[in-house]
């Protein structure tokens, strides 16, 4: 009974955390109906018993109220899926910055959705809640085909975007909605903002990005190794506005009013409204959206003289969050948001009893002889305490959730986010300060942002010595042990493929645009080892992303086909690599390349001649591992398949790759006979023998060779295992 009891107790002092997951697990019905979630919220009801009277009807209120309305926004989005490769013509809202080239979000009216739209041209000056008139073809959302891509489809998904419209004619009207008007005022404010906090610094250097990010959340561009820093020590949640930004913001405009006598009456409703003015200005993004709701629940308690309980705050935010947008139930950015705020609530009393021994006192000495040192320094010690036990509670209820999501732990961050909450609190001071003085005068504002240089580098110093403490971070590398062969589903017959053999190698990295969309993503997540390129022949699409590899590896090698040929986007890639200081070397046929003592690459053909087409002079590659023969033709044709079959050269494989020809559509039956591969593989649908299965890697995505229990498995992206062959 004592139990019961308890779990009474615990609902009457928070009763809105019942309707809480009510609300959770009617949106997770309504997004995909299962048992689970219906007796989850069926438990919640019943549980709503032992709580407060009518909670359990508040739960069944608000609960059905969060799912219809999550399933109405799934209906919208699934109305224009019939619509998929036809053409669209109507009137939409714009609601979105173009930040991505030339895309942008769009709302349509009629079904209430939103539309991400490909422009032909932007030479008009956008606003946002301008009204445009589109016509052009609905396409589907891209799936990803290659393995740790960003899905942008499901990104999308969760946006509320129904579909991609490919815009062949677009008219501006001079119609701008009013409901938008806030909203265009806060972007306003920020441009203006984000132009005046770095007045006197480099607009492009390290210092200005990270200001920029912590204090108006704006993501620093091309700053790779910035951003890895941050994340490896555990700070990257300083660079999006949550939180802890609109606390420390609403904290410091009631310091500043309480300065200038005006009473709770006053101070309270205005930094409510400062809060979510912050919250628009930085994006609007869930967390900031959150914490103002909290803040606005705990500051009008406060006003009001109740009593506050922050569970109660917490349930309240998941509540109004879900039922206005169910999709944020799936976001990362809102489940981290939440689960720390959970983990606070949850674990503060034992990781407080965990730490207590920083605050310790003895209990013989009493307070009131204390001299001022000792008096200031219990202080000092119960800060640093309280600070440790919400850096712990918040690590606690992040792990789970950043290790899904992006398959990183960082215990490390509950040292660093110490320093960088007090440099983060500093830097929003020092940058209202300068907002202040510089309207003022500027040049006393651009002193101001100076001295927001050195704390921005200070706090980037701290970051990266934490990235390289040994522990201090640890992130899942798929491909980091064991060996394996990727072969990349890349578009507009561009080919790439990992050979995770040895000190590792690639055949071949696609175009510029596939390998930094699809390769990089996929080889820095997974930790592949890269140390030799090997590149089939004179073609952007297949050597195209030769720099952006050198960027993430340390190459000792290439081998090439020849260095005559014409193709100037060859010829650069090969300069970069010599001015990286890779060795650069021409092969023949018959040449062995050891990748190590078991595995090596047999060079099958390679054209003396420099005529004729790239595709003719293809280097054609037949890769020994395991006891297994995989020969990759690249985009070799009929010429190739005639020297082959005119010379009865040996090209006997257990798993034959084709790319794609220039002028030859189909690949000879008699030559992929005279392979007799048990698996054909191919960027389009390709005829196999008989007893061969032939896959298509646009249809069934990046397939990887991967050895399982003595025998060498075959897997697809999107299916899974294929099948096995036996070593």
């Given at each position: 009974m004592s139990g019961f009891r308890l779990l009474e107790n615990q609902l009457a002092r928070c009763p809105l955390a019942a309707p809480a997951i009510a609300v959770i697990a009617a949106v997770l019905y309504a997004d995909q109906p299962s048992w689970w979630s219906a007796l989850l919220f069926l438990v919640v009801v019943l549980l709503g018993l032992w709580s407060r009277k009518g909670i359990s009807l508040v739960c069944v209120i608000f609960g059905c109220i969060a799912g219809f309305h999550h399933s109405a926004q799934l209906r919208e989005q699934e109305a224009l899926v019939e619509g998929y490769g036809s053409w669209w013509s109507?009137?939409?809202?714009?609601?979105?910055?173009?930040?991505?080239?030339?895309?942008?979000?769009?709302?349509?009216?009629?079904?209430?959705?939103?539309?991400?739209?490909?422009?032909?041209?932007?030479?008009?000056?956008?606003?946002?809640?301008?009204?445009?008139?589109?016509?052009?073809?609905?396409?589907?959302?891209?799936?990803?085909?290659?393995?740790?891509?960003?899905?942008?489809?499901?990104?999308?998904?969760?946006?509320?975007?129904?579909?991609?419209?490919?815009?062949?004619?677009?008219e501006v009207v001079d119609e701008i909605s009013s409901r938008f008007l806030v909203q265009r005022a806060a972007h306003s404010v920020r441009d203006g903002l984000s132009q005046r906090l770095t007045v006197g610094l480099d607009p492009d250097g390290d210092e200005s990005k990270i200001i920029r990010a912590m204090t108006l959340g704006i993501r620093p561009e091309n700053s790779t190794d910035l951003l890895a820093d941050f994340r490896h020590s555990g700070a990257i949640h300083v660079f999006a506005v949550s939180g802890l930004h609109v606390m420390m913001v609403g904290s410091m405009v009631a310091v500043l009013l309480k300065v200038f006598g005006c009473g709770r009456r006053v101070w309270v409703p205005c930094v409510i409204g400062v809060m979510f003015f912050y919250a628009m200005v930085t994006g609007m993004r869930p967390p900031a959206m959150r914490a103002s709701v909290m803040g606005a629940v705990l500051l009008s308690a406060w006003l009001v003289q109740r009593k506050i309980v922050l569970a109660n705050s917490v349930a309240v935010g998941v509540i109004v969050a879900l039922m206005s947008d169910g999709h944020m139930l799936f976001q990362p950015g809102f489940q981290l948001s939440f689960g720390v705020l959970v983990a606070i609530v949850l674990l503060g009393g034992l990781v407080t009893r965990c730490f207590h021994w920083f605050s310790y006192v003895d209990p013989f000495l009493p307070r009131s002889l204390y001299t001022r040192w000792q008096e200031w320094n219990l202080r000092v010690r119960r800060k640093v305490q309280g600070a440790l036990v919400v850096a712990s509670c918040a690590w606690c209820g992040s792990s789970p959730l950043t290790w899904m999501h992006f398959r990183l732990l960082a215990p490390i961050s509950i040292f660093v986010s110490l320093p960088l909450v007090l440099l983060l609190y500093c830097t929003l001071i020092s940058s209202g300060v300068s907002l202040v003085l510089g309207f003022a005068w500027l040049p006393l504002g651009v002193g101001v942002n100076q001295w927001n240089g050195h704390l921005a580098r200070s706090s980037k110093s701290i970051v990266s010595r934490a990235a390289l403490i040994p522990g201090g971070h640890v992130v899942a590398r798929a491909w980091k042990n064991g060996e394996r062969v990727v072969i990349y589903a890349l578009p507009d017959g561009g080919a790439s493929v990992y050979l995770g053999v040895g000190g590792g190698a690639m055949l071949d990295v696609g175009s510029a645009r596939s390998f930094g969309r699809e390769v990089f993503p996929s080889l820095s997540q997974n930790g592949a080892r890269v140390d030799s390129l090997i590149l089939s022949h004179a073609d952007s699409q297949h050597c195209g992303g030769?720099?952006?590899?050198?960027?993430?590896?340390?190459?000792?090698?290439?081998?090439?086909?020849?260095?005559?040929?014409?193709?100037?986007?060859?010829?650069?890639?090969?300069?970069?690599?010599?001015?990286?200081?890779?060795?650069?070397?021409?092969?023949?046929?018959?040449?062995?390349?050891?990748?190590?003592?078991?595995?090596?690459?047999?060079?099958?053909?390679?054209?003396?001649?420099?005529?004729?087409?790239?595709?003719?002079?293809?280097?054609?590659?037949?890769?020994?591992?395991?006891?297994?023969?995989?020969?990759?033709?690249?985009?070799?044709?009929?010429?190739?398949?005639?020297?082959?079959?005119?010379?009865?050269?040996?090209?006997?494989?257990?798993?034959?790759?084709?790319?794609?020809?220039?002028?030859?559509?189909?690949?000879?039956?008699?030559?992929?006979?005279?392979?007799?591969?048990?698996?054909?593989?191919?960027?389009?649908?390709?005829?196999?023998?008989?007893?061969?299965?032939?896959?298509?890697?646009?249809?069934?995505?990046?397939?990887?060779?991967?050895?399982?229990?003595g025998e060498v498995s075959l897997f697809s992206e999107l299916q899974g295992e294929l099948g096995r062959i036996g070593k």
């Open positions: 109507g009137d939409v809202w714009l609601v979105s910055e173009v930040e991505r080239g030339k895309a942008l979000v769009v709302s349509v009216s009629d079904p209430k959705v939103k539309l991400r739209v490909w422009l032909q041209e932007r030479d008009a000056d956008w606003k946002l809640g301008q009204r445009l008139k589109l016509s052009g073809r609905m396409i589907e959302p891209v799936t990803p085909l290659n393995p740790q891509v960003f899905d942008e489809r499901q990104w999308l998904h969760r946006m509320g975007v129904a579909g991609v419209l490919v815009s062949r004619k677009c030769v720099e952006q590899l050198l960027e993430m590896a340390k190459l000792k090698q290439c081998v090439i086909p020849e260095r005559s040929a014409m193709s100037s986007g060859f010829k650069e890639s090969v300069r970069c690599l010599e001015a990286a200081g890779v060795r650069v070397s021409e092969t023949q046929i018959g040449a062995r390349l050891p990748l190590d003592d078991d595995s090596w690459i047999e060079v099958v053909y390679a054209a003396n001649l420099s005529v004729g087409l790239a595709d003719d002079r293809c280097l054609v590659l037949r890769l020994h591992w395991l006891g297994l023969r995989v020969l990759f033709i690249s985009d070799s044709g009929y010429k190739f398949e005639q020297w082959v079959l005119e010379n009865n050269v040996d090209v006997g494989a257990d798993v034959l790759v084709i790319g794609n020809h220039e002028g030859d559509e189909q690949v000879g039956k008699d030559f992929i006979e005279k392979v007799g591969a048990k698996w054909v593989v191919s960027g389009n649908d390709r005829e196999a023998n008989e007893g061969a299965n032939a896959y298509t890697l646009r249809r069934l995505g990046a397939l990887t060779l991967e050895r399982k229990n």
